[in-house]
């Protein structure tokens, strides 16, 4: 049976996912979502050669939510007046992420919630919302069947 130049090199590619491990990540996403009021300007840090989700500085109106899909991804997230949220999610659903609690004089809140069907292991929310505060951190990463990073910037009460 003969292939297509095209196709041939397609199968290839796929065939060396494959045998490198490599898995569909098909649906995996960071989302922001702005409730705090007035529109917000993002900051973001990737690392760990983690692609620029948006450029630095994006505008997000109040009300508004912006997705973006990854198959991994480690940095940090920030917001004007809102403490700094860390976090990673692994191609394999694997996550760890931090936000401080420490809110309590912070112009604008934030959380940090994984997102899965279902969630393994650990998987709290994190920060504060309105009117109250989550834990801190996931420790040792263990919150598993990630398949999306949710920050939520809020008005404080």
């Not at 196709?7 to 045998?19: N, V």
């Not at 109250?132 to 951190?137: G, L």
């Amino acid at each position: 049976m003969a292939f297509s130049k095209p196709l041939a090199l397609f199968l290839l590619a796929a065939a060396a996912m494959c045998a490198a491990g490599q898995q569909d990540c098909s649906g995996h996403k960071v989302t922001v979502q702005n409730l705090c009021g007035h529109d917000l300007n993002l900051g973001i840090a990737p690392v760990a050669d983690s692609k620029l989700l948006f450029s630095n500085g994006m505008l997000l109106p109040h009300g508004n939510h912006q997705s973006f899909g990854v198959c991994a991804w480690t940095g940090s997230v920030s917001a004007q007046g809102a403490p700094v949220a860390k976090f990673h999610l692994g191609h394999d659903g694997g996550a760890y992420y931090e936000v401080s609690t420490d809110q309590a004089n912070a112009a604008v809140r934030v959380s940090v919630t994984p997102h899965g069907n279902p969630l393994l292991g650990h998987c709290p929310t994190a920060g504060c919302n309105e009117d109250k505060c989550f834990e801190h951190s996931v420790a040792g990463g263990n919150c598993h069947g990630v398949t999306e990073m949710k920050i939520v910037y809020y008005r404080k009460h």
